[in-house]
């Protein structure tokens, strides 16, 4: 509801505006006094915010010039003055009419016409009115015709006097259009407090100076990015008040900077600086800018929203099975990398879970809330992979989307990408690897501009890395780009006694209490065996062994253990398989110790018996132990 305040500087007049306010169902709060009296009125009000003021001469006057509130006049109409000057006339033909700060218009006319003498008596202060009101009480018997405080000086001077009284049809005039003033604020102020409720709740900063660089707008979110105060700035000029917002630039050369990075205080901004123009020129401008970490956190937000769930890494160091000493060493190393954010190269064979330490490695590191996203480079076909890692812009190819598609390397922004089988990624795509290795950068297929990635690479291969670059089966450059942290996962044949660890990890509750005597049984033969496909073979031995559990009555026979097991029953013979593993370590050991000989170097050695440079290490200390070297027939 609108809050009309009426101050009037008599009585009458405050019945008079009652009974008209009642009479138009206004709502007003009425006051009395006149001049300086309305300053202590107007102190007093206290809240809510006074929409108008309705006052009449002097007292409007004074309330408009001291205080910030619209002030409707009740002025005193001609037939107001001419009813006046008639009842004056009785007394004296000479009319002394009052009037603060400014002339009546019309009162030459009203002498020819009612044949009286008209004097105007102009003031703005009480002091000047009693001095002009002394100067006619000496010259002449006049009658003064004005407002209380005229009235009262002429009856103080013995002067005939009457009240210039206001009229029903001007105070309903004025009260009407009081409440249209109040209407219009109200409507005003609603849409000011709508327009800064959005200005502050929008993330984006906002500052508005006009044409002369005086701040005009500042919103909450530019207070907070800039650590500075709306109240401090308002009004001031933005060179001094805010540093370095190159809004004065703008306003001389009146054009626009679109997508700046700049440094503003303390606070890296993105902005843009846009000249507010119209027919006649320029008369302001506008500047809105974000706090860049705020822009870089919605990137990487948009980024996991188009990911999803698909690219998610599950699992973690707890998740690898085994406390044999190769391993053990193994996950703390890969542990240890986890801290870094450098590629990681591994290798291992086929099953030996390359992936299981590389979702470890992610899920160790500072990246782990972000995309883990495998790729297998050798089960897509070459073309289809180059889109698929690298992504394209619309129209980039026949049947490529509407709209273009991100790449592998994008939708791993913010976390790590795992490639898979990286020796089988063609030569020209391994050179566009490599720019992605060396510059943190990606060009779609039929993009003109790069895209900066943040991203941790994990490469793997089944293959021995160095046997890899001797057959130039993988750039060089890229080989030692890649080879930054090297990790070798050893076959399970060479950890032989995690199998058991790994048997019961397979296995639900219900399972292991149906398959313990028969894993019992057949253990001897599950250490013996080599395990070419590793764990991902034994985990399928281990499901087949639930399954056949169901079907035995009682405990396998010697017959039956080869349909269980299959080729891996073939040593079963606990002593036989000794034997065989025996000679087959003595064979293994001579074609070592021969090709040392022969190459001179670790690393060559191993690279031509195509094994990594520490599992040839871990041997050559067992061959020195059982001190082998000495007895080979080649030293």
Same mark, same amino acid.
């Given at each position: 509801?609108?809050?009309? #305040?009426?101050?009037?500087?008599?009585?009458?007049?405050?019945?008079?505006?009652?009974?008209?306010?009642?009479?138009?169902?206004?709502?007003m709060?009425?006051?009395?006094?006149?001049?300086?009296?309305?300053?202590? =009125?107007?102190?007093?009000?206290?809240? &809510?915010?006074?929409?108008?003021?309705?006052?009449?001469?002097?007292?409007?006057?004074?309330? *408009?010039?001291?205080?910030?509130?619209? #002030?409707?006049?009740?002025?005193?109409?001609?037939? @107001? /003055?001419?009813?006046?000057?008639?009842?004056?006339?009785?007394?004296?033909?000479?009319?002394?009419?009052?009037?603060?700060?400014?002339?009546?218009?019309?009162?030459?006319?009203?002498?020819?016409?009612?044949?009286?003498? /008209?004097?105007? +008596?102009?003031?703005?202060?009480?002091?000047?009115?009693?001095?002009?009101?002394?100067?006619?009480?000496?010259m002449?018997?006049?009658?003064?015709?004005?407002?209380?405080?005229? #009235?009262?000086?002429?009856?103080?001077?013995?002067?005939?006097?009457v009240?210039?009284?206001?009229?029903?049809?001007?105070?309903?005039?004025?009260?009407?259009?009081?409440m249209?003033?109040?209407? $219009?604020?109200?409507?005003?102020?609603?849409? *000011?407090?709508?327009?800064?409720?959005?200005?502050?709740?929008?993330?984006?900063?906002? =500052?508005?100076?006009?044409?002369?660089?005086?701040?005009e707008?500042?919103?909450?979110?530019?207070?907070?990015?800039?650590?500075?105060?709306?109240?401090?700035?308002?009004?001031?000029?933005?060179?001094?008040?805010?540093?370095?917002?190159?809004?004065?630039?703008?306003?001389?050369?009146?054009?626009?900077?679109?997508?700046?990075?700049?440094?503003?205080?303390?606070?890296?901004?993105?902005?843009?600086?846009?000249?507010?123009?119209?027919?006649?020129? $320029?008369?302001?401008?506008?500047?809105?800018?974000? @706090?860049?970490?705020?822009?870089?956190?919605?990137?990487?937000?948009?980024?996991?929203?188009?990911?999803?769930k698909?690219?998610?890494?599950?699992?973690?160091?707890?998740?690898?099975?085994?406390?044999?000493?190769? /391993?053990?060493?193994?996950?703390?190393?890969?542990?240890?990398?986890?801290?870094?954010?450098?590629?990681?190269?591994?290798?291992?064979?086929?099953?030996?879970?390359?992936?299981?330490?590389?979702q470890?490695?992610?899920?160790?590191?500072?990246?782990?809330?972000?995309?883990?996203?495998?790729?297998?480079?050798?089960?897509?076909?070459?073309?289809?992979?180059?889109?698929?890692?690298?992504?394209?812009?619309?129209?980039?190819?026949?049947?490529?989307?509407?709209?273009?598609?991100?790449?592998?390397?994008?939708l791993?922004?913010?976390?790590?990408?795992? %490639?898979?089988?990286?020796?089988?990624?063609?030569?020209?795509?391994?050179?566009?690897? %490599?720019?992605?290795?060396?510059?943190?950068? +990606?060009?779609?297929?039929?993009?003109?501009? +790069?895209?900066?990635?943040?991203?941790?690479?994990?490469?793997?291969?089944?293959?021995?890395?160095?046997?890899?670059?001797?057959?130039?089966?993988?750039?060089?450059?890229l080989?030692?780009r890649?080879?930054?942290?090297?990790l070798?996962?050893?076959?399970?044949?060479?950890?032989?006694?995690?199998?058991?660890?790994?048997?019961?990890?397979?296995?639900?509750?219900?399972?292991?209490?149906?398959? !313990?005597? %028969? %894993?019992?049984? =057949?253990?001897?033969?599950?250490?013996?065996?080599s395990? &070419?496909?590793?764990?991902?073979?034994?985990?399928?031995?281990?499901?087949? $062994?639930?399954?056949?559990?169901?079907?035995?009555?009682?405990?396998?026979?010697?017959?039956? =253990?080869?349909n269980?097991?299959?080729?891996?029953?073939? !040593?079963?013979d606990?002593?036989?398989?000794?034997?065989?593993?025996?000679?087959?370590?003595?064979?293994?050991?001579?074609?070592?110790?021969?090709?040392l000989?022969?190459?001179? !170097?670790?690393?060559?050695?191993?690279?031509?018996?195509?094994?990594?440079?520490?599992?040839?290490?871990?041997?050559?200390?067992?061959?020195?132990?059982?001190?082998?070297?000495?007895?080979?027939?080649?030293?």
């Amino acid at each position: 509801m609108s809050r009309i #305040v009426f101050i009037s500087p008599y009585g009458d007049l405050s019945a008079a505006a009652t009974a008209v306010a009642e009479e138009l169902g206004i709502p007003m709060e009425f006051y009395e006094g006149w001049l300086e009296q309305a300053g202590p =009125i107007m102190d007093q009000l206290g809240e &809510p915010e006074v929409d108008v003021v309705i006052s009449r001469g002097g007292t409007a006057d004074y309330i *408009a010039h001291h205080y910030d509130v619209p #002030v409707i006049l009740v002025n005193t109409s001609p037939f @107001d /003055i001419i009813e006046c000057c008639y009842e004056a006339k009785k007394y004296s033909d000479h009319i002394a009419i009052t009037s603060f700060a400014k002339p009546y218009i019309g009162l030459r006319l009203l002498e020819k016409v009612m044949g009286i003498t /008209i004097t105007e +008596v102009i003031f703005t202060k009480q002091e000047e009115l009693d001095e002009k009101i002394s100067a006619l009480a000496e010259m002449s018997n006049c009658c003064v015709v004005g407002g209380g405080p005229s #009235v009262v000086a002429a009856k103080r001077f013995g002067l005939f006097n009457v009240f210039l009284s206001t009229g029903k049809n001007t105070i309903r005039d004025a009260l009407v259009r009081a409440m249209e003033m109040a209407n $219009l604020r109200r409507d005003e102020r609603r849409k *000011a407090y709508r327009l800064k409720t959005i200005l502050d709740n929008i993330y984006d900063g906002i =500052i508005a100076v006009d044409s002369q660089g005086k701040v005009e707008i500042i919103n909450y979110s530019a207070e907070r990015i800039l650590g500075i105060t709306g109240a401090d700035v308002l009004g001031k000029d933005v060179k001094d008040a805010v540093l370095n917002t190159r809004l004065d630039e703008v306003i001389k050369t009146g054009e626009a900077e679109i997508g700046e990075i700049q440094t503003v205080g303390n606070v890296q901004i993105y902005a843009n600086r846009i000249p507010i123009k119209d027919h006649h020129g $320029l008369f302001g401008v506008v500047a809105t800018f974000q @706090d860049i970490s705020r822009v870089i956190h919605a990137e990487r937000k948009v980024r996991s929203n188009l990911t999803g769930k698909r690219f998610h890494a599950h699992f973690t160091f707890d998740n690898i099975i085994g406390n044999s000493s190769i /391993i053990c060493k193994t996950k703390k190393l890969a542990a240890n990398y986890s801290q870094s954010d450098l590629t990681v190269l591994i290798y291992g064979p086929s099953g030996s879970g390359k992936e299981l330490f590389a979702q470890s490695i992610h899920n160790a590191s500072r990246r782990c809330g972000q995309p883990f996203v495998a790729v297998n480079c050798g089960a897509l076909p070459p073309t289809l992979l180059e889109s698929e890692l690298f992504g394209y812009d619309e129209g980039a190819f026949t049947g490529a989307k509407r709209k273009g598609k991100l790449g592998l390397f994008e939708l791993s922004h913010g976390g790590t990408i795992f %490639l898979d089988e990286i020796n089988t990624l063609p030569f020209e795509l391994q050179g566009r690897l %490599l720019r992605v290795l060396q510059e943190r950068e +990606v060009l779609r297929i039929g993009a003109e501009a +790069v895209i900066p990635v943040d991203i941790r690479v994990i490469a793997a291969t089944n293959q021995s890395p160095y046997q890899l670059l001797r057959e130039r089966k993988i750039r060089e450059d890229l080989f030692y780009r890649l080879n930054v942290l090297y990790l070798e996962i050893a076959p399970l044949a060479e950890r032989s006694e995690d199998v058991p660890l790994l048997c019961a990890s397979f296995l639900s509750a219900s399972e292991k209490m149906k398959t !313990t005597n %028969l %894993l019992n049984q =057949i253990m001897p033969y599950l250490t013996a065996y080599s395990w &070419p496909g590793n764990v991902r073979e034994l985990n399928n031995v281990v499901q087949r $062994l639930a399954f056949f559990a169901d079907f035995l009555e009682e405990e396998p026979s010697a017959v039956e =253990i080869p349909n269980i097991l299959g080729e891996r029953a073939e !040593t079963h013979d606990a002593e036989a398989a000794d034997n065989l593993r025996s000679s087959l370590q003595v064979t293994e050991d001579e074609l070592i110790i021969e090709a040392l000989r022969d190459h001179g !170097t670790i690393e060559k050695t191993a690279a031509h018996l195509g094994i990594g440079r520490s599992t040839l290490c871990r041997k050559l200390k067992r061959i020195r132990s059982e001190n082998l070297l000495l007895k080979s027939k080649h030293f």
